[in-house]
């Protein structure tokens, strides 16, 4: 049962780390809502998602590692299954960084 569910939670949060890395890579233009007060493109968008959603995909790629034992597995594996949430944490990464610039930036104009 743990390892259906593990199985079951990793591919869903590997499928939507994919779905919008897709969307970031063709760079989709439009915009979902024309009024909002920022309006993000929805590749922008997708793009604060994946950051978003960092912290649950390591909680779920442990748990992936842990319900199937993989560390006595090769090593190519391991890192196989580490990559999409070192890709969404590379987008929190770009996140905060621009945060920090905006925030540089601010400071220097005012």
Not at 50 to 73: Q, S
Not at 84 to 105: D, E, H, K, Q, R
Request: charged fraction near 10%.
């Amino acid at each position: 049962m743990k390892k259906a569910f593990s199985l079951i939670l990793y591919s869903l949060g590997t499928l939507i780390m994919l779905g919008l890395t897709v969307l970031i890579l063709l760079k989709v233009e439009g915009t979902p809502s024309e009024t909002a007060m920022i309006p993000f493109a929805i590749w922008e968008s997708a793009t604060v998602l994946l950051a978003l959603g960092t912290v649950p995909m390591w909680v779920v790629t442990v748990y992936f590692m842990y319900a199937w034992k993989i560390e006595e597995k090769a090593m190519w594996l391991r890192i196989l299954i580490f990559v999409p949430a070192v890709v969404c944490s590379l987008f929190a990464v770009y996140w905060i960084t621009v945060y920090i610039i905006g925030m540089i930036n601010m400071i220097k104009g005012s």
